[in-house]
């Protein structure tokens, strides 16, 4: 009995030290991105489009096969459909009749540098899906929305800080919220959690 204790004291040292380890290296990443940023002498208005929408997908990395088209109908409703070379097309769209998951004439397309291109410079608002194929996901996207949103978005920016986790923040569009956004330098796999206040 006391060497199963003993064993599972170490498991647990050991996956604190690898927690530890984690931290590490994502503020050494954080760091070393700066660093590089500074020998380069580059600000966000001196990089390429090219290098803009690259440095857009290594933080934002999901999938590549697909992504979403933010909708606004002229009933003031909006929302997120996904973009397909078929959509609204005469004779082989079938919406709002047929989902599109469901269509047959379905035709994806990839969220390649055009689309983040167009996403970047306004022609229209694309949307991630950044859980892969495996269940896996290179980010953390935490949502505040309710009335106290701009003390919970400080306090888990400063909780990051001081645990040295690289993050942003960005105001909602309503301007009513926020996202902060946590960036992994490898893929972690998902289960399924939800936090109610």
């Known amino acids: 009995m006391e060497a199963r204790i003993c064993i ?56 590549q096969d697909v992504y979403a088209v933010r909708w606004q109908g002229s009933g003031g409703r909006s929302g997120y459909a996904v973009a397909c070379e078929n959509e609204w097309v005469p004779g082989i769209c079938q919406k709002p009749r047929i989902k599109c998951g ?11 540098f055009s689309a983040v291109y ?4 306004g022609k229209h608002v694309a949307g991630l899906y950044p859980l892969l194929w495996d269940s896996s996901c290179y980010l953390l996207a935490v949502d505040f929305d309710k009335e106290d949103w701009r003390a919970d978005v400080r306090a ?17 569009r309503s301007g009513a919220g926020a996202h902060l956004w946590v960036f992994f330098s490898e893929s972690f796999m998902l289960r399924p959690l939800s936090v109610k206040p």
């Open 102 to 112: 469901e269509c047959p004439h379905k035709k994806f397309k990839p969220l390649d």
């Open 8 to 63: 599972e004291d170490e498991l647990a040292a050991i996956a604190q030290k690898l927690s530890e380890l984690e931290r590490e290296k994502a503020a050494l990443l954080s760091r070393r991105n700066e660093l590089h940023a500074s020998a380069q002498g580059s600000s966000p208005t001196q990089l390429t489009p090219k290098q803009k929408a690259e440095l857009f997908r290594n933080l934002f990395r999901g999938r």
């Open 156 to 172: 888990l920016a400063q909780a990051c800080r001081d645990e040295g986790i690289p993050y942003l923040v960005e105001i909602s």
């Open 118 to 121: 167009d996403h970047l410079s």
